[in-house]
């Protein structure tokens, strides 16, 4: 696993498998983090010194040899409470927005994501078409978008500012921990949504330089899946390597990678026990060196952007930790295109810490499907847009 990690370059999408018949068949959509909604599947530095992240069990070590700081243990002891967590993509669905717009408060964001990205993007919300939706272009400001979008609903309904206030925690799947830094207080709205929309465009023009594909496997531990993709490596060039590019849950995890490695993997999954492979309809090989030409333009952009300590702790996809200081910020989130999420150490990590209530706010259910599958009794409620 540690080598995996080492080598991880997979881009930071979301693989969102979801339950579609009782056929138990799976339809995968486009360029993110995808999760299984069904309960079947129950650094760019601009000149100043950069501090080292907390060493964790992701050994990925983005230091620069600074000096420790007070930021390095501003989270280091969080106990969570009650948490926010968020989308990635392929959580979005046509119809989506719809009660957004009887929040003033919510239908002010749309309304000002229109003047930043150029379209109208409740239309493409509500309306489709699907396949213009569901394209990383798109999806990843609507579900951004969205997701802060039920913030404001939630807020709206009795009692709703309590919960909030309550919140001591967030993070969100890929695309969603842009939301969930925005939520933080680490960015403004405006900017968060410049961010994800050049994020969704690099990616999109990273998959098209490179041939790369995404199967999730299911039905298989973190360790099996490993020994599917060393052995499918064996048998491809450097260059069609495949790697672990989502650890969403046990049974699930997106593997990513060259072509002809995809397929290789395919081809011997059932060897390997696999209960079944999903090819997903992604762009290309997210959270892997195939979207490092991703990177460099989102560490531009990063470099750029206003950022702040997060007001409370918000959990990286890269390595499970809570975010810290500004610099380590823009690094950390330039470097979550080429990286593996850790998605089902952030959770687990949550429950043992004694996280009592969760809420994921946007599109979907992908979220809760994941966070059931670690703890069938965990709280988790639903505040879609």
Same mark, same amino acid.
């Given at each position: ?23 138990? +068949? ?6 993110? @983090? ?29 230091? =620069? ?37 009887? /929040?003033?408060?919510?239908? @002010? ?15 493409? #919300?509500?309306?489709?078409? %699907? ?15 969205? +997701?802060? &979008? ?12 309590? *919960?909030?206030?309550? !919140?001591?925690?967030? #993070? ?23 961010? /994800? ?13 490179? $041939?790369?594909?995404? !199967? ?7 360790? %099996?899946?490993?020994?599917? #993709? ?8 450097? &260059? ?8 969403? #849950? ?73 975010? =810290? ?31 009592? $209530? ?11 499907? *994941? ?15």
């Amino acid at each position: 696993m540690k080598a995996l990690i080492h080598h991880s370059h997979s881009h930071s999408h979301s693989l969102f498998l979801r339950h579609t018949s009782s056929s138990s +068949s799976l339809s995968a959509m486009s360029s993110s @983090l995808f999760l299984p909604s069904a309960p079947f599947l129950t650094p760019s530095s601009n000149g100043r010194p950069t501090l080292p992240l907390p060493r964790s069990r992701v050994s990925m070590s983005v230091s =620069t040899g600074s000096q420790p700081s007070v930021h390095q243990t501003l989270f280091a002891d969080y106990k969570p409470s009650n948490s926010f967590l968020f989308p990635g993509q392929g959580a979005q669905a046509v119809g989506m927005g719809k009660e957004a717009q009887n /929040v003033p408060a919510a239908a @002010l964001l749309f309304s000002k994501a229109n003047d930043i990205l150029g379209f109208d993007l409740l239309d493409i #919300c509500i309306n489709g078409p %699907k396949e213009k939706l569901d394209s990383t272009v798109i999806s990843q400001p609507a579900i951004y978008v969205t +997701s802060l &979008a039920a913030v404001e609903l939630l807020r709206a309904r009795e009692g709703g500012q309590q *919960i909030i206030d309550s !919140v001591d925690v967030t #993070c969100g799947l890929s695309l969603g921990e842009y939301t969930a830094l925005a939520f933080a207080g680490s960015f403004s709205f405006e900017d968060g949504l410049k961010l /994800v929309k050049l994020r969704g465009e690099a990616m999109q023009d990273a998959a098209d330089a490179a $041939k790369g594909a995404m !199967v999730s496997v299911i039905g298989l531990d973190s360790e %099996k899946v490993q020994q599917l #993709c060393d052995a499918a490596n064996q048998e491809v060039s450097e &260059a069609e390597k495949v790697q672990i590019a989502n650890y969403l #849950c046990p049974g699930n995890y997106a593997v990513s990678g060259g072509l002809k490695g995809i397929e290789v993997v395919e081809s011997k999954a059932k060897s390997f026990k696999a209960r079944m492979i999903v090819r997903l309809a992604v762009a290309g090989a997210f959270h892997t060196s195939f979207m490092e030409p991703a990177l460099s333009r989102l560490e531009a952009a990063l470099a750029t952007t206003e950022i702040r300590t997060p007001r409370i702790p918000v959990i990286s996809n890269v390595n499970a930790q809570p975010h =810290t200081d500004p610099v380590t910020i823009k690094k950390t989130l330039a470097r979550q295109v080429t990286s593996p999420v850790q998605w089902e150490t952030t959770v687990k990590t949550l429950l043992a810490k004694g996280l009592k $209530k969760s809420y994921e706010l946007g599109p979907g259910k992908v979220i809760t499907g *994941i966070v059931k599958r670690l703890d069938k009794g965990a709280d988790i409620e639903n505040i879609g847009a």
